[in-house]
């Protein structure tokens, strides 16, 4: 760890001007992708797992190209731990939300007691929505672990 | 205690391997999965959830319960991560006397 980081330092590896602002003006685009990637998933392959990972993909480039430290001001171990639980939590709250509303548990169909869609149509968007929280999960999952491997757990400037 | 481990080990693996020889053969058109449950997905996934993308009508509504488990699985790796790995600035060694 210490050999890599003098031996960067000696490369000034860490700090390009080049990198930073290719970076800084492709995380915009990356970020849109993963959102078309989760959301265009009844249409194209794609679906939560692809576009959580390319949107956690867009923190990583961060990371990656400037100070882990500067790119927890953009996205905050607080924010991140919130995104992930409520990803996951609205997975398996739309799974009960079914239960309770008279179906089985993740039967989307049963949700058309709340907003009366019609059955079919519910499952289609049972479906989003469920990407939408796998989505968020594995962003926030992925980001975490980079974070935690890439700086040993203690949140200062990483790799 | 680490031989007994190995032979726990060896013991599943045996019997997991010799459960697959029950297993219809790769790609065989006449295994069960192929006859009744492919055949069902493709003609009925579209007018059931409207969701042009098969992949993903199976992997989020006929199959909601596995994906749900993927997510708890990965979400479960992450806590194990953080809670392995993150450390307060109180406790790191060099703080510690």
């Not at chain 1, 996205?75 to 079914?98: D, K, P, Q």
């Not at chain 2, 069960?32 to 409207?50: C, F, G, K, Q, W």
């Amino acid at each position: 760890m210490k050999l890599l980081r003098e031996r960067t330092e000696k490369q000034r590896l860490g700090e390009s001007l080049i990198i930073q602002t290719s970076v800084r003006l492709m995380v915009p685009f990356v970020q849109l992708f993963g959102l078309y990637v989760i959301v265009h998933g009844h249409y194209s392959p794609g679906g939560g797992f692809q576009g959580g990972v390319i949107l956690g993909s867009s923190f990583v480039m961060l990371a990656l190209a400037f100070d882990q430290k500067s790119s927890l001001r953009l996205m905050s171990e607080r924010a991140n731990a919130i995104l992930g639980n409520t990803g996951a939590i609205i997975f398996v709250g739309v799974g009960a939300l079914c239960a309770i509303c008279g179906g089985l548990f993740l039967d989307y169909s049963a949700l058309d007691v709340l907003i009366p869609l019609g059955p079919v149509e519910w499952r289609s968007f049972g479906i989003f929505l469920v990407e939408v929280g796998v989505g968020l999960a594995v962003m926030s999952i992925m980001v975490s672990l980079f974070w935690d491997l890439g700086s040993a757990g203690k949140m200062d400037e990483g790799l | 205690m680490k031989a007994l481990a190995l032979l726990a080990t060896l013991i599943t693996g045996s019997i997991l391997l010799y459960g697959t020889m029950d297993f219809p053969a790769w790609g065989d058109p006449q295994d069960p999965a192929a006859v009744y449950l492919s055949p069902y997905y493709i003609e009925n996934a579209v007018r059931e959830t409207h969701v042009p993308n098969l992949v993903t009508a199976i992997l989020g509504d006929y199959r909601g319960y596995d994906t749900m488990f993927e997510t708890v699985v990965i979400y479960c790796a992450g806590m194990v991560v953080v809670s392995v790995l993150r450390r307060s600035k109180n406790d790191r060694p060099e703080n510690k006397t």
